[in-house]
Protein backbone atom coordinates (compact mmCIF):
# COMPACT_ATOMS: atom_id res chain seq x y z
CA UNK A 1 0.00 0.00 0.00
CA UNK A 2 1.59 3.74 -0.93
CA UNK A 3 0.42 6.52 0.15
CA UNK A 4 -0.34 9.18 -2.80
CA UNK A 5 -1.45 12.47 -1.20
CA UNK A 6 -2.56 13.71 2.37
CA UNK A 7 -4.56 16.48 1.37
CA UNK A 8 -8.50 15.91 1.03
CA UNK A 9 -9.83 17.92 -1.95
CA UNK A 10 -13.78 16.90 -2.17
CA UNK A 11 -16.62 17.44 -0.96
CA UNK A 12 -19.17 13.95 -0.68
CA UNK A 13 -21.87 15.51 -0.26
CA UNK A 14 -21.45 17.98 -3.31
CA UNK A 15 -20.61 15.29 -5.81
CA UNK A 16 -23.26 13.44 -4.60
CA UNK A 17 -25.84 15.89 -5.06
CA UNK A 18 -24.55 16.59 -8.57
CA UNK A 19 -24.10 13.10 -9.73
CA UNK A 20 -27.62 11.32 -9.63
CA UNK A 21 -28.61 8.48 -8.58
CA UNK A 22 -27.11 6.01 -11.14
CA UNK A 23 -23.23 5.94 -12.21
CA UNK A 24 -21.31 3.26 -9.74
CA UNK A 25 -23.26 -0.21 -10.54
CA UNK A 26 -20.59 -1.39 -12.87
CA UNK A 27 -18.28 -1.69 -9.90
CA UNK A 28 -21.19 -4.28 -8.48
CA UNK A 29 -21.98 -5.84 -12.31
CA UNK A 30 -18.31 -7.04 -12.11
CA UNK A 31 -18.75 -8.06 -8.30
CA UNK A 32 -21.36 -10.17 -9.42
CA UNK A 33 -20.03 -11.56 -12.86
CA UNK A 34 -16.70 -13.36 -10.60
CA UNK A 35 -18.47 -13.82 -7.09
CA UNK A 36 -21.97 -15.68 -6.89
CA UNK A 37 -24.56 -13.40 -5.86
CA UNK A 38 -25.94 -16.49 -3.99
CA UNK A 39 -23.40 -16.40 -1.28
CA UNK A 40 -24.76 -13.35 0.53
CA UNK A 41 -27.63 -15.27 2.42
CA UNK A 42 -28.92 -13.29 5.12
CA UNK A 43 -28.22 -9.70 5.55
CA UNK A 44 -25.73 -7.68 2.67
CA UNK A 45 -24.12 -4.12 4.22
CA UNK A 46 -22.94 -1.61 1.36
CA UNK A 47 -19.96 0.71 3.51
CA UNK A 48 -19.40 3.27 1.59
CA UNK A 49 -22.90 2.97 -0.74
CA UNK A 50 -22.84 6.39 -1.88
CA UNK A 51 -26.10 6.66 -4.03
CA UNK A 52 -27.13 2.95 -3.49
CA UNK A 53 -27.30 2.62 -7.28
CA UNK A 54 -25.01 -0.92 -6.26
CA UNK A 55 -27.16 -1.31 -3.69
CA UNK A 56 -30.37 -1.78 -6.02
CA UNK A 57 -28.77 -3.75 -8.55
CA UNK A 58 -27.63 -6.25 -5.76
CA UNK A 59 -31.54 -6.39 -4.93
CA UNK A 60 -32.31 -7.38 -8.00
CA UNK A 61 -30.36 -10.37 -7.93
CA UNK A 62 -29.06 -11.37 -4.72
CA UNK A 63 -31.93 -14.27 -3.74
CA UNK A 64 -30.61 -15.94 -0.64
CA UNK A 65 -30.28 -12.17 1.05
CA UNK A 66 -33.36 -11.30 3.25
CA UNK A 67 -31.91 -7.46 4.35
CA UNK A 68 -30.53 -5.16 2.36
CA UNK A 69 -28.30 -1.88 4.68
CA UNK A 70 -26.23 0.92 3.24
CA UNK A 71 -24.01 2.78 5.65
CA UNK A 72 -21.78 5.77 4.39
CA UNK A 73 -20.55 8.79 5.69
CA UNK A 74 -22.62 11.30 3.56
CA UNK A 75 -25.65 12.44 5.21
CA UNK A 76 -26.77 14.27 1.64
CA UNK A 77 -26.03 10.64 -0.02
CA UNK A 78 -28.50 8.59 2.80
CA UNK A 79 -31.21 10.99 2.97
CA UNK A 80 -31.55 10.38 -0.75
CA UNK A 81 -31.45 6.99 -0.27
CA UNK A 82 -33.89 6.63 2.23
CA UNK A 83 -36.09 9.12 0.15
CA UNK A 84 -35.35 6.90 -3.35
CA UNK A 85 -35.41 3.57 -1.40
CA UNK A 86 -37.83 3.08 1.25
CA UNK A 87 -37.66 -1.35 1.52
CA UNK A 88 -33.98 -0.47 2.08
CA UNK A 89 -32.50 0.97 5.53
CA UNK A 90 -29.20 2.99 5.44
CA UNK A 91 -27.33 4.62 8.27
CA UNK A 92 -24.74 7.14 8.54
CA UNK A 93 -21.40 5.85 9.34
CA UNK A 94 -17.63 6.61 9.26
CA UNK A 95 -14.77 3.87 8.20
CA UNK A 96 -12.56 5.08 10.49
CA UNK A 97 -14.73 3.89 14.12
CA UNK A 98 -15.39 0.17 14.26
CA UNK A 99 -19.19 -0.62 13.27
CA UNK A 100 -21.21 -1.06 16.49
CA UNK A 101 -23.00 -4.02 15.01
CA UNK A 102 -22.05 -6.86 12.95
CA UNK A 103 -23.79 -7.91 9.61
CA UNK A 104 -23.74 -11.53 7.68
CA UNK A 105 -22.29 -9.98 4.83
CA UNK A 106 -20.23 -6.96 3.69
CA UNK A 107 -19.34 -5.23 0.38
CA UNK A 108 -16.91 -2.26 0.35
CA UNK A 109 -15.81 -0.86 -3.01
CA UNK A 110 -14.09 1.44 -4.22
CA UNK A 111 -14.35 3.24 -0.81
CA UNK A 112 -10.92 2.12 0.72
CA UNK A 113 -8.62 4.86 -1.14
CA UNK A 114 -10.37 7.31 0.23
CA UNK A 115 -9.65 7.54 4.09
CA UNK A 116 -6.82 8.53 6.32
CA UNK A 117 -6.51 4.62 7.46
CA UNK A 118 -7.48 1.39 5.54
CA UNK A 119 -5.55 -1.30 7.04
CA UNK A 120 -7.94 -0.01 10.41
CA UNK A 121 -11.24 0.37 8.07
CA UNK A 122 -10.29 -3.05 7.13
CA UNK A 123 -10.08 -4.69 10.76
CA UNK A 124 -13.31 -2.81 11.38
CA UNK A 125 -15.18 -4.91 8.81
CA UNK A 126 -13.72 -7.64 9.34
CA UNK A 127 -14.71 -7.24 12.81
CA UNK A 128 -17.97 -6.85 11.86
CA UNK A 129 -18.54 -9.33 9.08
CA UNK A 130 -19.69 -13.28 9.92
CA UNK A 131 -19.86 -14.84 6.83
CA UNK A 132 -18.44 -13.08 3.65
CA UNK A 133 -16.60 -9.83 3.30
CA UNK A 134 -15.95 -8.18 -0.40
CA UNK A 135 -13.51 -5.23 -0.65
CA UNK A 136 -12.28 -3.55 -3.67
CA UNK A 137 -9.89 -0.68 -4.91
CA UNK A 138 -8.42 0.69 -7.92
CA UNK A 139 -5.13 -1.76 -8.29
CA UNK A 140 -1.79 0.39 -8.36
CA UNK A 141 -3.25 3.37 -8.83
CA UNK A 142 -4.29 3.02 -12.59
CA UNK A 143 -7.42 4.77 -11.92
CA UNK A 144 -6.16 7.79 -10.40
CA UNK A 145 -8.16 10.27 -8.38
CA UNK A 146 -8.01 13.58 -6.77
CA UNK A 147 -9.05 12.04 -3.82
CA UNK A 148 -7.46 8.69 -3.56
CA UNK A 149 -5.42 8.69 -0.92
CA UNK A 150 -3.95 5.45 -1.02
CA UNK A 151 -2.86 3.08 -3.78
CA UNK A 152 -3.20 -0.57 -2.97
CA UNK A 153 -1.72 -4.08 -5.09
CA UNK A 154 -2.37 -7.91 -4.14
CA UNK A 155 0.41 -7.69 -1.39
CA UNK A 156 -2.00 -5.24 0.55
CA UNK A 157 -4.44 -6.94 2.78
CA UNK A 158 -3.01 -10.46 1.82
CA UNK A 159 -2.79 -11.21 5.80
CA UNK A 160 -6.05 -10.82 6.41
CA UNK A 161 -8.27 -12.26 3.35
CA UNK A 162 -8.68 -15.58 1.19
CA UNK A 163 -8.21 -14.20 -2.12
CA UNK A 164 -8.23 -12.00 -4.41
CA UNK A 165 -8.89 -11.14 -8.12
CA UNK A 166 -7.88 -8.15 -10.76
CA UNK A 167 -10.70 -6.64 -12.44
CA UNK A 168 -11.23 -6.14 -16.06
CA UNK A 169 -8.40 -3.97 -17.61
CA UNK A 170 -6.65 -4.05 -14.29
CA UNK A 171 -8.19 -1.26 -13.33
CA UNK A 172 -9.20 -2.82 -10.13
CA UNK A 173 -8.50 -5.78 -7.23
CA UNK A 174 -11.49 -7.17 -5.28
CA UNK A 175 -10.38 -9.47 -2.25
CA UNK A 176 -12.57 -12.20 -0.91
CA UNK A 177 -12.57 -12.92 3.07
CA UNK A 178 -15.04 -15.95 3.78
CA UNK A 179 -15.82 -16.45 7.85
CA UNK A 180 -18.73 -18.63 7.02
Excluded at 14 to 24: A, L, M
Excluded at 40 to 66: P, Q, S
Amino acid sequence: MKRITTERKFNWDEFFHDKGSTWRDKDYRFLTSHFNPDIFKGELADVGCGLADGLRYLKNICKNTTKFIGLDHSPTALESNTHFNPDMEFRLFNLDTPLNKQFDNIICLQTLEHIDNPVQALVNLINATRKTLIISTPYKNKRPDIDHMWSFDENDFKEFMDSYIIGENGANIYWRLDKS
